[in-house]
């Protein structure tokens, strides 16, 4: 036994060693950063240790609206996208006829270049001297006025930055949401149609329950992902989302240390921390709920 144990470890030591220089250093490296207060990333000198890179950053009102974009972003696209993608895998699988097809058009999506994806955006939305956009089109045939999503409210540019987003995650959430239902073993769906159970009771009482892993799975990650978000917001407003009021909270860090006023590593590093905190604060609830939740 003592020797399978330190075989097991002797497997591990490539998968340790590669967590620690990737993961657990540059995390503590970062912490160190966000508490050296004037820090130069030529000299590698700073001032002293302590909280005013926090300080600073929480009062930041750039940081305060990336904070509020984000949050805003995550509460309305993790819900919707993964409804809408409990909804289409249920469709697909309730068919028999051009499946394939059908999972094939869905998944398309995901494997299109963000860029690419938001410039198609930008063409249903966008308004310019010659055309007010596809979208416009629409609402205009139907009676409304047109709207400026890209450049007007602020209302109306997070409409489209949400859509944006359902958009492009809902495909890998299809995928595996279709995957999950599949492997739901058919002998439950048999007895139950034999006890005249409803199709509504069917779904929240044998198929919910028996993807609820999967379901799970995608919430947690749907939230990592979507604090996260940067390309969505570049693809659809540009590189200077300061000025458009849609900056996210990883765009703010971006900037600290990128952008046109940036080379404040410390200020990034702090920002950095507290999206750290923020996700890992959120994850941990959700880890909690699903214990009574989730059935595996």
């Known amino acids: 036994m003592e020797n399978n144990n330190k075989k097991g470890w002797l497997y591990l030591i490539p998968a ?18 966000s508490v050296e207060e004037g820090f130069n990333f030529a000299s590698g000198e700073s001032f002293g240790v302590g909280f005013y890179n926090y300080s600073y950053v929480l009062h930041d009102t750039y940081f305060l ?24 895998s249920a ?11 059908f999972q094939t058009v869905y998944f398309l999506p995901y494997v299109t270049n963000t860029l690419a994806v938001g410039l198609v955006f930008m063409i ?19 009676g409304g006025s047109s709207v400026d999503f890209l450049d007007g409210t602020y209302a109306a540019k997070m409409f489209v930055l ?25 002998d439950y769906y048999n007895a139950a149609k034999v006890d005249g ?11 919910l329950p028996m993807i609820s892993p999967t379901v799970f799975y995608l919430v947690i990650t749907g939230f990592i992902g979507a604090f996260k978000a940067y390309s969505d917001a570049v693809a659809l407003f540009g590189t200077d989302l300061n000025a458009a009021g849609m900056n996210t909270m990883v765009g703010y860090i971006y900037d600290m240390l990128y952008g046109d006023s940036g080379g404040y590593p410390s200020f990034a590093s702090a920002a950095a921390i507290i999206l750290f905190s ?4 959120i994850t941990c609830m959700n880890l909690l709920v699903s214990k009574k939740h989730v059935h595996y």
């Open 124 to 142: 249903l939305f966008k308004k310019t001297p010659y055309s007010d956009g596809m979208i416009n089109v629409l609402i205009q045939a139907f």
């Open 162 to 186: 949400c859509a944006y987003t359902v958009w492009v995650v809902l495909p890998f959430k299809v995928l595996i949401l279709t995957s999950a239902l599949a492997s739901v073993k058919q």
């Open 16 to 33: 340790i060693l590669f967590l620690g220089v990737f993961m657990v250093y540059p995390l503590v490296d970062v912490l160190i950063y």
């Open 91 to 101: 469709g697909l699988a309730s068919i028999t006829k051009l499946k394939e097809l």
């Open 65 to 88: 609206q990336a904070v509020k974009n984000t949050f805003i972003l995550v509460l309305i696209t993790v819900p919707v996208s993964t409804g809408l993608a409990l909804l289409i």
């Open 278 to 281: 923020i996700i890992l604060t």
């Open 197 to 207: 159970t409803s199709k509504a009771r069917i779904f929240f009482r044998i198929t």
